[in-house]
T-cell receptor, first 116, second 107 residues
Framework: KAGVTQTPRYLIKTRGQQVTLSCSPI?????VSWYQQTPGQGLQFLFE???????NKGNFPGRFSGRQFSNSRSEMNVSTLELGDSALYLC???????????????FGPGTRLTVL | AQRVTQPEKLLSVFKGAPVELKCNYS??????LFWYVQYSRQRLQLLLR??SRESIKGFTADLNKGETSFHLKKPFAQEEDSAMYYC?????????FGQGTRLTINP
């Protein structure tokens, strides 16, 4: 089956602008998580959506937001971009099983955002 | 709070030698632990998970709750094992990753 896809793959923006990234999960997966990857901080959790509801959020400012659509596709938005937002943004999808059952997350290739 | 520590940023071993990548965690609940791998120019992918108790590509990892560790081991390293390895802990619908260990296998 097709893997997780992310668009665009590369993006260059300037400070102060806003950006929207898109993620299409594996068919049948209802959970989408977003992560930021930087050389200094590594992989950090942004937020997770399940059935159009945000279930969990990491420690990022309110400039970072997301949403999920009824077909499970997800978007994340970053407003008022700062230089430090330059990173690889990864999304991951899973079935989103509840009840403490471990659920494998499958990652997309990422969107490389550069803020100038 | 969830926390994962990988003490080695870089690890270099010779082909055929044993490999051990260390991972320690901190979590108040019952941990679900994973090892993810990222080969050059490829996406992050699951290597193995402790709940499965399986061996993938010759790698194994045992959860030691007493030492709060989940070290990744392979008895004989191969050149294709060169990659970035991340230990991760799952809790409350999110994965917390360690900083990663870059493993290089020398011929």
């Amino acid at each position: 089956k097709a893997g997780v896809t992310q668009t665009p793959r590369y993006l260059i923006k300037t400070r102060g602008q806003q950006v929207t990234l898109s993620c299409s999960p594996i068919s049948g997966h209802r959970s989408v998580s977003w992560y930021q990857q930087t050389p200094g901080q590594g992989l950090q959790f942004l937020f997770e959506y399940f059935s159009e509801t945000q279930r969990n959020k990491g420690n990022f400012p309110g400039r970072f937001s997301g949403r999920q659509f009824s077909n499970s596709r997800s978007e994340m938005n970053v407003s008022t971009l700062e230089l430090g937002d330059s990173a690889l943004y990864l999304c991951a999808s899973s079935f989103g099983l509840a009840g403490g059952i471990a659920d494998t997350q499958y990652f997309g290739p990422g969107t490389r955002l550069t803020v100038l | 709070a969830q926390r994962v520590t990988q003490p080695e940023k870089l690890l270099s071993v010779f082909k055929g030698a044993p490999v051990e990548l260390k991972c320690n965690y901190s979590y108040s609940g019952s941990p679900e632990l994973f090892w993810y791998v990222q080969y050059s120019r490829q996406r992050l992918q699951l290597l193995l998970r402790h709940i499965s108790r399986e061996s993938i590509k010759g790698f194994t990892a045992d959860l030691n709750k007493g030492e709060t560790s989940f070290h990744l081991k392979k008895p004989f390293a191969q050149e294709e094992d060169s990659a970035m390895y991340y230990c991760a802990l799952e809790g409350a619908q999110k994965l917390v990753f360690g900083q990663g260990t870059r493993l290089t296998i020398n011929p």
